[in-house]
């Protein structure tokens, strides 16, 4: 059975910094392409940031520069280091685990974590 964990989101100012994290398990993690992606009350769920297997990342333009997605595969968790956050930054973050993409786009598939608030205050 496969299982994501997303943890780490609170309330933060502006400014401020979170690390999200992923813990993944049922999985062959190690090969596994994953995502971070965020989604606010009445809006598409938006792609925020990939890591391949092989470590090569993607970042959506609104968060290049201020967040970091990386991954550890001994500890089967992918975590995302958001620095500099904004009000806009504010939603449910949602961790995919064996999804495909094909560069900037969300392809489909994989597994999905039950999501963890981030509140950026002003």
């Known amino acids: 059975q496969v299982q994501l964990v997303e943890s780490g989101g609170g309330f933060v100012q502006a400014g401020g910094s979170l690390r999200l994290s992923c813990a993944a398990s049922?999985?062959?993690?190690?090969?596994?392409?994953m995502g971070w992606f965020r989604q606010v009350p009445g809006k598409q769920r938006e792609l925020v940031a990939t890591?391949?297997?092989?470590?090569?990342?993607y970042y959506a333009d609104s968060v290049k520069g201020r967040f970091t997605i990386s991954r550890d595969n001994a500890k089967n968790t992918v975590y995302l280091q958001m620095n500099s956050l904004k009000t806009e930054d504010t939603a449910v973050y949602y961790c995919?685990?064996?999804?495909?993409?094909?560069?900037?786009?969300?392809?489909?598939?994989?597994?999905w974590g039950q999501g963890t608030q981030v509140t950026v205050s002003s």
């Open positions: 890591i391949t297997s092989g470590g090569t990342t």
């Open positions: 049922g999985i062959r993690f190690s090969i596994s392409a």
């Open positions: 995919n685990a064996g999804g495909r993409y094909s560069g900037s786009y969300f392809l489909g598939g994989g597994y």
